[in-house]
C-alpha cells in the first residue's frame, strides 16, 4: 500500500484562465508562510508600486486597499485560502 503525501496546491487566476498553478509539499510551508506567498504572487502578477504599498498600511488605516488581504473559506472537507480579486491565487491543501 503506497502512502498519499500532502501538497499545497496553488492557482492562479486573471478572470476565469489560469496563469500559474504549482503544488508544494506541505511540511515545507506554514499556513502563514503560504499566506505571505499568495501575496507576494498576487503582488508580482498585477499590482502597481503604490497599490503594494498601500495594501501594507495597517489593517484600519484609511490608506489600505485591501488587495493583498488573504480570505479564508472553510467548511467540512475544506480548507482554501484565497488572496486578489483579478488576478487572485488560491491554495488549499490535496493528497496524491
Same mark, same amino acid.
Given at each position: 500500500?503506497?502512502?498519499?503525501? !500532502?501538497?499545497?496546491?496553488? !492557482?492562479?487566476?486573471? /478572470?476565469?484562465?489560469?496563469?500559474?498553478?504549482?503544488?508544494?509539499?506541505?511540511?515545507?510551508? /506554514?499556513?502563514?508562510?503560504?499566506?505571505?506567498?499568495?501575496?507576494?504572487?498576487?503582488?508580482?502578477?498585477?499590482?502597481?508600486?503604490?497599490?503594494?504599498?498601500?495594501?501594507?498600511?495597517?489593517?484600519?488605516?484609511?490608506?489600505?486597499?485591501?488587495?493583498?488581504?488573504?480570505? !479564508?473559506?472553510?467548511?467540512?472537507? !475544506?480548507?482554501?485560502?484565497?488572496?486578489? /480579486?483579478?488576478?487572485?491565487?488560491?491554495?488549499?491543501?490535496?493528497?496524491?
Amino acid at each position: 500500500m503506497t502512502r498519499k503525501h !500532502r501538497y499545497w496546491r496553488i !492557482r492562479g487566476y486573471e /478572470s476565469a484562465k489560469c496563469i500559474y498553478e504549482v503544488d508544494i509539499t506541505v511540511g515545507e510551508y /506554514s499556513e502563514r508562510d503560504i499566506e505571505n506567498l499568495l501575496r507576494a504572487l498576487v503582488s508580482r502578477a498585477g499590482l502597481t508600486f503604490p497599490e503594494i504599498v498601500e495594501s501594507y498600511a495597517r489593517h484600519n488605516a484609511r490608506r489600505n486597499n485591501g488587495l493583498l488581504q488573504v480570505q !479564508r473559506d472553510t467548511g467540512p472537507n !475544506r480548507f482554501v485560502l484565497t488572496c486578489g /480579486s483579478n488576478p487572485h491565487f488560491n491554495a488549499w491543501i490535496v493528497e496524491k
